[in-house]
């Protein structure tokens, strides 16, 4: 059970149109969880034509699927790619059919769709380096879906749409609706997830309270040692995400850019940051650095380079052209961009590449 933090559940108001509190939670139970493992399936990529040998090992393969005239639209992917078998195509003897087992990837369609006379898909791998084409693409006997994970989110002062329903005085589909954990102060700490409501009965903890069932991914159980550190505000001191590992990096990125609105306004062009080195083992370890190097204890700017890039056009501490010392590179140069996958973290080099390319002057200390 999760009785040190609060949450607040949010969802549309009777027009869907803006956001409303729907419920205040004194806590959640069952939250923090190790995430099931992830459902590895099987597909058929049918009338295969690579551009080389095929790989046994895909990694990430993306699947674009192509227009009449052989023009790519969109992306599709598959995680973890690997091959199990290969034949002749009955219908083309010049191509093959693969048999692949793969993750697939999180929020996008159970299959990538194509438009009217579309001449199949194209094969990429994770750095879009084309593989080939396939004509067609099945699920094999598809897989069964991990079942629901159940939170409890207990004493809910609830008001609005969501009050209506419980109460029964209206029937209504409930809209988008996302839940926030808060902090000391009852301000928003990080976001904890996307309930959906399926049950509710009153709750033991005050009259006029219910306990709602939701069903929600879990959060990995790290994610509460980092809410504590920041249950209190803003940490006031530097360095306290470098205990954890790279998914505990990536969790404290969360409650960092949610705190965003509070840091400091941007400084001007020309001035010096200092990077505290020391700790940044992984990429996730780097973004956690720059955004302290540029907004102090437990700042944020950006959480990809991509976000980087977006950090870079104001609002977020600092105005180009700036100056960036990085202590102790060392220790990035030696760990970033070392295993040897198909898809990786960005290097050092390729770091320093896109730093110096933004118009950040690097100086490494």
């Known amino acids: 059970m999760t009785q040190d933090f609060g949450f607040a559940l949010w969802g ?4 869907h149109e803006d956001e409303q509190l729907w419920a205040l939670c004194e806590a959640a139970e ?3 969880a190790d995430p099931p493992a992830p459902v590895r399936r099987r597909y058929e990529l049918l009338g295969c034509a690579f551009e080389g040998d095929v790989p046994s090992a895909l990694g990430l393969l993306v699947l674009k ?3 009449k005239h052989g023009e790519a639209q969109w992306e599709w992917y598959l995680k973890d790619a690997r091959v199990l078998t290969t034949r002749v195509c009955a219908r083309d003897l010049s191509r093959l059919d693969v048999t692949v087992e793969a993750v697939r990837g999180d929020e996008q369609p159970d299959y990538p769709e194509r438009r009217a006379l579309s001449v199949g898909f194209g094969l990429a791998d994770a750095e879009d380096r084309p593989l080939g084409q396939c004509r067609d693409l099945a ?9 629901p994970h159940s939170v409890r989110l207990l004493g809910c002062a ?4 969501l009050l209506d329903v419980l109460q029964r005085r209206k029937k209504r589909r409930l809209g988008y609706r996302h839940l926030d954990a808060l902090d000391a102060a009852g301000e928003r700490l990080a976001l904890a997830g996307y309930p959906d409501i399926v049950d509710w009965q009153p709750s033991a903890r005050g009259p006029g309270l219910y306990d709602l069932t939701v069903h929600m991914d879990p959060l990995p159980p790290v994610t509460a040692d980092i809410w504590r550190l920041w249950q209190g505000g803003i940490p006031e001191r530097p360095n306290l995400w470098a205990r954890f590992d790279e998914l ?3 969790h404290w990125l969360g409650p960092a850019l949610d705190h965003r609105q509070w840091q400091r306004p941007d400084r001007p062009a020309g001035t010096t940051f200092h990077l505290d080195g020391r700790h940044v083992t992984d990429e996730e370890g780097f973004f956690c650095a720059l955004g302290e190097a540029i907004n102090g204890p437990g700042g944020y700017f950006g959480r990809s380079l991509d976000g980087v890039a977006d950090a870079l056009c104001g609002r977020f501490g600092a105005t180009l052209p700036f100056t960036l010392v990085w202590h102790d590179h060392e220790v990035a140069r030696r760990c970033l961009g070392v295993p ?3 898809w990786r973290p960005a290097g050092f080099g390729e770091l320093l590449a896109f ?3 933004e118009r950040i002057e690097v100086v490494l200390a």
């Open 158 to 161: 609830v008001q609005g749409p």
């Open 139 to 147: 699920e094999v006997l598809p897989a069964e879906d991990p079942p």
């Open 65 to 67: 699927p192509l227009d």
């Open 340 to 342: 040897p996958l198909t």
């Open 355 to 357: 730093l110096r390319e």
């Open 30 to 32: 069952n939250l923090f």
């Open 248 to 250: 505990g990096r990536d």
């Open 12 to 15: 549309e108001d009777e027009d």
